[in-house]
C-alpha cells in the first residue's frame, strides 16, 4: 500500500492561496466607487449577457471578478438570502453586512474544508443617504472581509489600477465623473510599469450605478441600474453629461 505524502497545514493553505491568486488576477479588474449620486460599478468585460456586475436588493449590488460559474452560484445565493431576510422580517432588515457575512462563512468554509478553494473576489455595495454612509464591503477568497471606504478595485493587475485612480477620483465627484475616472484608471491594468493601454470602449465595458436618491430620479426603490452603451459613450466624451 503506498503512502500518501505529508504536507503541512501551513503549506496547504500556501498552495491554495497562490492557486485562487493565479485564477482571479487572470481576469479584468472591477471597479467600485462611490461618488456624490451614489455608487458607480465599472467593469472591463466584453460580453452582453455574462454579467460580472448584478442588483441584490433594493439598494445593495454585487460586484466580482474570477471563475463566471463560481460567482455567478454566490450571486444568485445572495438574490435568494436577501429575499428570504426581507420577506420574513422587513426589508431594511438586508443589509450589506449581513450578506457580506453570509458570503464571507461560505468562502471561508470551500478554502479551508474542500480541495479547490472558488478563484473568485467579490463587492458587496448599499448605497447611503451620503457618501459617508456608503458600504463597499471586499471578499476575499479565503473568507477574509474588509470594509474599505471610497472606492476598491478587484482582479488584474489592481495595484497598479489603484495607484492610478488615487490622483483621479474624490468622492464629490458625480456619476459622469466618477467613471470616466475609473475607466482612465483601467487603461493601466496591464501591471506598474507598463505603457497604458487603449481607452475601452463601451462595447468592452459592464457600468451600473446605485442611486443615491432613486424615488427622486426614478420614482423607483431599487437604486441598482444598468448603463446602456449610448449612455456610456456619452459620459465617456470629455465633456460627457452626468447622469
Request: hydrophobic fraction near 40%.
Amino acid at each position: 500500500m503506498t503512502q500518501q505524502f505529508y504536507v503541512s497545514p501551513e503549506q496547504l493553505m500556501k498552495d491554495r492561496a497562490d492557486f485562487a491568486r493565479k485564477g482571479i488576477a487572470r481576469g479584468r479588474s472591477v471597479v467600485v466607487l462611490s461618488c456624490r449620486e451614489g455608487i458607480a460599478l465599472v467593469a472591463e468585460n466584453p460580453s452582453p449577457s455574462l454579467h460580472k456586475l448584478g442588483e441584490i436588493y433594493d439598494r445593495i449590488a454585487f460586484a466580482a471578478v474570477g471563475k463566471y460559474n463560481e460567482f455567478e452560484s454566490l450571486r444568485q445565493a445572495g438574490v435568494r438570502y436577501a429575499d428570504v431576510r426581507g420577506y420574513s422580517y422587513d426589508r431594511e432588515d438586508v443589509t450589506a453586512r449581513g450578506l457580506a457575512s453570509v458570503y464571507a462563512q461560505s468562502l471561508g468554509a470551500v478554502f479551508t474544508a474542500e480541495s479547490k478553494p472558488f478563484e473568485v473576489e467579490l463587492a458587496v455595495a448599499e448605497v447611503g443617504a451620503s457618501s459617508a454612509q456608503d458600504h463597499i464591503y471586499r471578499l476575499t477568497f479565503d473568507g477574509s472581509i474588509a470594509d474599505e471606504t471610497g472606492f476598491i478595485v478587484m482582479g488584474g493587475q489592481a495595484d497598479a489600477v489603484v495607484e492610478a485612480l488615487k490622483d483621479r477620483w474624490n468622492a464629490d465627484q458625480n456619476f459622469g465623473e466618477g467613471i470616466r475616472a475609473a475607466v482612465d484608471s483601467l487603461r493601466y491594468d496591464g501591471g506598474p510599469n507598463s505603457q497604458p493601454r487603449e481607452h475601452p470602449g463601451s462595447k468592452t465595458l459592464e457600468v451600473a450605478v446605485l442611486d443615491r436618491n432613486p424615488l427622486t430620479t426614478r420614482g423607483s426603490v431599487r437604486a441598482f441600474r444598468r448603463i446602456s452603451s449610448h449612455e456610456l459613450d456619452v459620459m465617456l466624451t470629455p465633456d460627457g453629461a452626468s447622469l
